[in-house]
């Protein structure tokens, strides 16, 4: 028997219905991971106050490392409104150990399809905006316990939170609340693109620009196909593999290479 879906759209559209559930936390849960990022970094940056030039951008470069913060800040706050409506984190990802099997299977085949999306928006808008499809690099050499952090455990906890934050918890609530189901789609893409210019955030607004731009394609082919199916845990494999890819090239290559 498969567990009851209480993060349905006819659920959802009978908190909105009731009261119980409005725009305003969804919107600024559509933003929130750019604000704990821009946060996360600032925290980090004293650490460099006498080694460093400019320590908010030398703080930048451990994105991957203090990244667990933006997760945890994440994690309670939309914990903290599901329980305002009654239901678990669990629920929100629509966990059902009758599916897993089927689910991560899935994740496997997103896979197939997410990665060479996710390079599309990154070269082409590298392209664009630099001339070259040789894309800027997001990640800076870091020493050797922090990339195998940054390999193994980051894109983890990434994965599952930016999957719970924008479709687990934002996309359902704003589909629900209001009256254009594409407006809800353009309101979490653009939230989910525009958290990438703080990751990390270096005021170079051709960068912040390529930052969030190539994630657009990528956003706009999950929140479509999340809609149709509400399973969320195969995103959640197939966001795991692409970061883990990602940090596998761009950051753990290159310092093999020197």
Known sequence: METRDLNSRAMNRERAASGQLTWKWPVMIVFGRLFFAII???????????????????????????????DLGCFFLITWRAGKEGLRFRDLINFDPHRLGRDLL??????????????????????????TPQPPS??????????????????????????????????????????????????VVFGW???????????????????????????VVMTLIYLRTRRLIPFIVAHWAVDMIGI??????????K
Do not use: C, K
């Open 138 to 187: 997001v990640y800076s050499p870091l020493p050797d316990w922090a990339a195998v952090y940054s390999l193994l455990v980051f894109p983890i906890i990434w994965g599952l939170m930016e999957q719970a934050t924008y479709q687990g918890y934002a996309l359902p609530r704003l589909e629900a609340v209001l009256p254009n189901r594409g407006f809800a789609i353009a309101l």
């Open 106 to 131: 899935l994740g496997l085949v997103y896979i197939l399809w997410f990665f060479p999306l996710a390079m599309v928006g990154i070269l082409g808008f590298s392209e664009l905006l630099y001339g």
């Open 40 to 70: 996360a970094q600032s925290l980090i940056a004293p650490l460099f106050f006498s080694s460093a030039p400019s320590p908010y951008l030398a703080a930048g470069r451990w994105w991957p490392v203090y990244g667990v913060l933006i």
């Open 248 to 257: 596998l090239t761009g950051l753990i290559l290159p310092m093999l290479g």
């Open 193 to 219: 693109g525009i958290q990438h210019i703080a990751l990390p955030l270096t005021f170079d607004m051709r960068f912040m620009f390529f930052r969030f731009l190539s994630f657009i394609p990528l956003a």
